[in-house]
């Protein structure tokens, strides 16, 4: 870093001329290449603090994450996850949430219903789910000491509200295919039935459609995989109650039948 510094600084005629466009450009290549946050950023202490405001730091890790985000990462599999989980890190720690939000959504949104026999896509769920999980915890949470930052800037933000709905919606959902896929009928309802999203009545129907439309597109688009999934839900709960009919019934006779001997013996 002081060597790319130096560089600018001898070329441009002075320390003063490091905030110009093309030289942080430059620095945020450099940081891009090198991956090494931990020492140029650090805890909000790292050695760009020795050069810049807080402000061009921030900036500087929005412009990397951005790169990231659009251009994509190159190299595939899991290299492509870290460096797409990097992305989410760095739009955080900059106090860009709707970013790292938009990028949750995104890449949970197409991965809430997991695809039994493909490994690498369950790997993927896994991993985008354990990171949203931890910046959930870490960010939005009461007691963080981050969250006071993060409501204020979701307030700031025209769709913010709609993407941190979406966002609980898909991470709840999340745990729903999860019991569904595990066979736990009541538990996937019971997160299901938290969410309301499906109509009880028909009067419901028409309210039901207009919240799903006020999330994010990627959960309408799967709601096709939401519907199906709470039928197989619903049937398989009615499937045990049948099967546990003539159980509960024949204890019922047994019950009469005792009340009956009690009765003649009493007599």
């Not at 402000?55 to 492509?80: C, F, W």
């Amino acid at each position: 870093l002081d060597y790319v510094l130096a560089g600018w600084s001898l070329r441009h005629g002075g320390r003063g001329r490091l905030t110009e466009p093309d030289v942080l450009d430059d620095v945020a290549r450099y940081m891009g290449e090198t991956r090494a946050f931990g020492v140029l950023y650090g805890n909000g202490d790292g050695a760009l603090y020795w050069y810049y405001s807080d402000e061009i730091v921030r900036g500087l890790l929005v412009k990397i994450a951005d790169s990231i985000v659009e251009n994509g990462p190159g190299g595939g599999g899991g290299h492509q996850l870290n460096l797409l989980g990097e992305a989410a890190e760095l739009y955080a720690k900059a106090g860009k949430y709707c970013s790292v939000m938009q990028l949750f959504v995104q890449m949970l949104g197409s991965r809430m219903v997991p695809v039994a026999g493909n490994t690498q896509e369950l790997d993927e769920r896994v991993y985008w789910r354990d990171t949203a999980s931890n910046f959930h915890q870490h960010y939005l949470v009461d007691s963080s000491p981050f969250y006071p930052d993060v409501i204020r800037s979701l307030e700031r933000e025209d769709n913010a509200m709609v993407l941190g709905r979406t966002f609980q919606v898909i991470m709840n959902l999340l745990v729903f295919f999860d019991h569904w896929k595990g066979g736990r009928w009541e538990d996937a309802m019971t997160i299901l039935d938290g969410l309301e999203l499906l109509p009880r009545t028909g009067d419901e129907v028409s309210r039901k459609a207009d919240a799903v439309r006020s999330l994010h597109g990627v959960v309408a688009r799967e709601f096709h995989h939401i519907i199906l999934a709470s039928v197989d839900c619903l049937y398989e709960q009615y499937r045990a109650l049948r099967a546990a009919a003539p159980a509960r019934a024949a204890a019922g006779r047994r019950d009469v039948t005792d009340g009956s001997d009690a009765r003649g013996l009493a007599g």
